[in-house]
């Protein structure tokens, strides 16, 4: 039986709708980036894995302004079709979207291993670098997550300009059990290829 693999993607987060549409103001395209679309680790995943794993690419909603109570409505639609010994993984705003749904939601089968890619940290009282990050901030205690995520990976590089690399350190001292990964040159991990991914989904037992 193939082991599935059930990826959240990122996505971006408003305090308020008129600060949601001077982001859309001011940003300015990279019209070639449309013309010539390049495959990113997520989307290689599956054929990098193998034929033993199943990799579910859910397209959660309205991510340019994303809720977590909207991607958690979306989110529970897929749980029941998940198998025991299936693997999450969580890239940016998707990796503190699984965090707050362990941590608050019991989930009905058994999790492997749970991995965030580049996720930002923000609990209940501050985040340490003053970013809002709206309702998907972190409750109090994460004991949710800490039992049922499986064994847990984080993933971050000094170089990235959205997710500070401290925030991993944030992540490992409160859940205090996680597998730390430290990259110099990755950025947000937006690389076509994403190995060291790969090995430790495959380490999985």
């Not at 859309?24 to 794993?53: A, S, T, V």
């Not at 199943?54 to 897929?78: C, G, Q, T």
């Not at 309702?135 to 984080?154: C, H, M, S, T, Y």
Request: charged share 30%; net charge positive; proline share 6%.
């Amino acid at each position: 039986m193939k082991r599935q693999i059930i990826v959240i993607h990122g996505g971006d987060a408003f305090d308020t709708y008129r600060e949601y549409l001077s982001f859309l103001k001011k940003w300015k395209i990279d019209f070639d980036k449309y013309q010539h679309p390049k495959e990113k680790w997520r989307e290689n995943l599956g054929k990098d894995l193998g034929r033993n794993f199943e990799v579910i690419l859910p397209r959660m909603p309205n991510s340019l302004n994303a809720r977590y109570f909207e991607w958690k409505i979306w989110f529970d639609k897929f749980v029941p079709h998940l198998k025991p010994g299936v693997v999450l993984v969580g890239y940016s705003l998707g990796g503190i979207f699984l965090v707050k749904y362990l941590a608050e939601k019991k989930f009905p089968v058994k999790i492997a291993g749970t991995f965030l890619v580049a996720a930002p940290f923000e609990d209940h009282g501050s985040d340490p670098d003053g970013e809002s990050l709206v309702d998907f901030k972190l409750p109090k205690k994460l004991e949710g997550f800490r039992r049922q995520g499986g064994k847990i990976f984080l993933y971050h590089s000094k170089d990235d300009p959205i997710v500070p690399c401290s925030h991993a350190d944030q992540y490992e001292k409160v859940l205090g059990i996680a597998t730390k990964r430290i990259f110099t040159n990755r950025g947000h991990f937006w690389q076509s290829k994403f190995p060291e991914l790969v090995r430790d989904i495959k380490s999985l037992r």
